[in-house]
């Protein structure tokens, strides 16, 4: 099956600089990556999403980056600030008629002020 | 439009007793999805209904774990009797097709 590793397991970051998460798949036919963001009681939300088609995908000041010979995908978060601390989940979706997603093990990110 | 909601949100029982928890997925959403985080690590599926038919439990850890999903609207997951490595954050997410789940706010699942 999938397998999705995530580093770092912590990031902090001063407000206003850049967070970057990286994330490792490991069965080529994925096609589906989500990020979803945790906020403190609730459940994970999905932020922004790219499939294998896609290099690249940017809203506002999240952007994703997707390399499918290296099996490489990343979340870059630009100009942070003190809400965008959270813990951060990276997955993939193996195609198929329904999607089975296998996460990552989180990043928690602080923004510090 | 209401989200999807879980019930309770934080149950503490004891080892060998029984839980009982409860999602309702948002209103017209066919597939329901079952996940659960344990001790920090990364968020593992369960199982997925489309409307009151299991699709896939493969993610069930074993025979302690029935989900069910009555008339295709909530779903329970029942677990009988709970172990210690049950305990954990349980999630259940909703979607319309593929793509796009939507997730609850969990269960805090504590086995003592």
């Known amino acids: 099956g999938e397998n999705v590793e995530q580093h770092p397991s912590t990031l902090s970051v001063q407000e206003g600089d850049s967070a970057v998460i990286k994330c490792t798949y490991s069965d080529s036919a994925s096609n589906y990556f989500p990020w979803y963001k945790q906020e403190l009681g609730k459940g994970p939300q999905l932020i922004i999403d790219?499939?294998?088609?896609?290099g690249e995908k940017k809203d506002q000041r999240i952007a994703v980056t997707l390399n499918k010979t290296a099996k490489h995908f990343s979340l870059h978060i630009t100009e942070t600030q003190p809400e965008d601390s959270a813990v951060y989940f990276c997955a993939a979706s193996l195609p198929g008629g329904y999607q089975k997603v296998t996460f990552g093990t989180g990043t928690k990110l602080q923004v510090i002020p | 439009e209401a989200g999807v909601t879980q019930f309770p949100s934080h149950s503490v029982i004891e080892k060998g007793q029984t839980v009982t928890l409860r999602c309702d997925p948002i209103?017209?959403?066919?597939?329901l999805y079952w996940y659960r985080r344990v001790m920090g690590k990364e968020i593992k599926f369960l199982l997925h209904f489309v409307k009151e038919s299991k699709q896939d439990e493969s993610g069930m850890p074993n025979n302690r774990f029935l989900a069910e999903r009555t008339g295709g609207t909530y779903s329970t997951l029942k677990v009988q009797p709970a172990e210690l490595e049950d305990s954990g954050v349980y999630f259940c997410a909703s979607s319309p097709r593929v793509y796009e789940q939507y997730f609850g706010p969990g269960t805090r699942l504590t086995v003592t």
């Open positions: 209103s017209g959403h066919d597939n």
């Open positions: 790219i499939r294998s088609n896609v």
